[in-house]
């Protein structure tokens, strides 16, 4: 019994005294990153905004000191345009403060507008405890396209009816190279006879809708034809109607405006035969 006893101790000993293998399920020790923090400067965003002319940029920046200055340049062919030192103090053009991104926006004057589709560069420069890093990035704008009025239709001289009313439609055509979805709206302003203005001077607009609006008159929606149904009635003026057609993109990029206009005449002009009336009767195109 004695001796069980003995090797029952000394076997334990023995496992005591054994190295354990970790297990599967031991875990890993912390270790602290011993990579450090480097000078760096990286220009993540370069864009330029053409309804507002405005360059915006960002840019990311480190520095093993707290202290770091970022200055920025934009240049063309070479050229410098404009210098600006770059804030990460979340105020002005910075969107956070001491996020590490140093954000940024330049108006473009009106007196380089003719730079617009140019060759931009952005250099930045990040100075710490006396090192440098830059970084540069080209980029050229897209000066977008406006639509373009291709062609109108309507009578250009109506009859003012005694009673009643008649009715004409009136046709705009338009294309733009970015496609029909690329039209935000058609319209016209009137200059009625007396100078005074149809809808109090606010444009009045054409539809391509299929005719699914009242006056819209448009016989397929989305074909890029643009239509107003005219009204015309015993009270409207007669004489001639100064119309003024425009058209935009989503973009507020507007067409180069096309004038047109309308004669009214009364009924008993006909009748008196007045000469070269004749010419003045028919589809303008």
Same mark, same amino acid.
Not at 174 to 178: A, K, N, Q, R, T
């Given at each position: 019994m004695r001796s069980q006893i003995v090797l029952i101790i000394m076997l334990m000993l023995v496992f005591l005294g054994c190295d354990q293998a970790p297990t599967t399920l031991d875990e890993e020790p912390y270790k602290p990153s011993d990579? /450090?923090?480097?000078?760096?400067v990286d220009i993540v965003n370069f864009d330029f905004d053409i309804l507002n002319w405005d360059f915006? &940029? /960002?840019v990311a920046a480190t520095s093993p000191e707290e202290s770091i200055v970022v200055s920025a340049? $934009?240049?063309v062919t070479g050229n410098s345009m404009a210098t600006f030192i770059l804030e990460d103090s979340g105020v002005g053009s910075d969107? $956070?403060?001491? #996020? @590490? &991104?140093? #954000? @940024? %926006?330049?108006s473009l004057p009106d007196s380089m507008s003719a730079y617009i589709d140019t060759l931009w560069t952005l250099h930045v420069t990040a100075l710490s405890a006396g090192e440098t890093q830059t970084d540069s990035l080209s980029f050229q704008p897209e000066q977008p396209s406006a639509p373009n009025i291709i062609h109108i239709s309507h009578m250009d001289t109506l009859v003012r009816p /005694? %009673? *009643?009313? =008649?009715? #004409?439609t009136i046709m705009v055509e =338009? &294309?733009?190279? @970015?496609g029909r979805d690329s039209v935000r709206d058609v319209s016209l302003i009137s200059r009625k006879p007396d100078s005074t203005y149809a809808n109090s001077g606010s444009p009045i607009p054409l539809y391509d809708d *299929? @005719? %699914?609006r009242p006056y819209s008159g448009d016989s397929i929606a989305g074909d890029g034809i643009y239509s107003l149904i005219l009204p015309l009635e015993s009270h409207h003026l007669t004489g001639t109607y100064r119309w003024t057609f425009s058209a935009r993109t989503w973009l507020g990029i507007e067409a180069t405006p096309v004038e047109d206009s309308l004669i009214v005449i009364e009924s008993d002009v006909l009748l008196k035969g007045t000469p070269g009336i004749e010419s003045l009767s028919g589809v303008f195109q």
């Open positions: 990579e /450090a923090i480097v000078l760096s915006f &940029f /960002a340049e $934009l240049s969107i $956070l403060v001491n #996020d @590490g &991104f140093y #954000d @940024g %926006t330049w /005694a %009673t *009643g009313q =008649i009715r #004409d =338009i &294309f733009h190279p @970015g *299929g @005719g %699914t």
